[in-house]
């Protein structure tokens, strides 16, 4: 089955302590975007990639970090910088190679507080 | 700047009742505009698109016309079903590039049987 997994589906941080989630795709996807879902709010943009070692900042980019050494896999870092980080995250990917707005989601990581 | 409004949530209707969820959009230039669903638990699925003024997209009984004159892209069903239940975002995409999409708050659709 072709598809975006991301895990954990639930995930705790402690004050202080970076985390990561995983994002890994196998649609052969050249972009891959990181957003935040807040309870009653539109899904904003964090980072995205469109080809593998680049990366941009979205809308939203402070104290979060991101890499794209695979095509398949663009982990974010929640550093302890970012102060509120309770959220819902979800990862996305599209094909980069014709004009498509299409994008594929993952079923999201729950990132709360300790 | 750029930004679309959806009516808030949630909105509750009994199985086989009529839908409508609202969204206006507010754009510089002529912006595709999408419905996408997200069920509990998962990540969101682009549900219908519409590219150009007049375009209908359609999916799974679900229709939305793209006004440019109301600035609008409402979504409706002629009869919904308990499986319908989940939220639904009304997004616009200026740039044809998925990186430019622009969300709307969401909207929360519960069906009672």
Known sequence: DGGITQSPKYLFRKEGQNVTLSCEQNLNHDAMYWYRQDPGQGLRLIYYSQIVNDFQKGDIAEGYSVSREKKESFPLTVTSAQKNPTAFYLCASSPFTEPNEKLFFGSGTQLSVL | ?113
């Open chain 2, 1 to 113: 700047g750029d930004s679309v409004t959806q009516m808030e949530g949630p909105v509750t209707l009994s199985e086989e009742a009529f839908l409508t969820i609202n969204c206006t959009y507010t754009a510089t230039g002529y912006p595709s505009l999408f419905w996408y669903v997200q069920y509990p638990g998962e990540g969101l699925q682009l549900l219908l698109k519409a590219t150009k003024a007049d375009d209908k997209g359609s999916n799974k009984g679900f229709e939305a016309t793209y006004r440019k004159e109301t600035t609008s892209f409402h979504l409706e069903k002629g009869s919904v079903q308990v499986s319908d239940s989940a939220v639904y975002f009304c997004a616009l995409s200026m740039y044809s590039s998925a990186s430019k999409i622009i969300f709307g708050s969401g909207t929360r659709l519960s069906i009672r049987p």
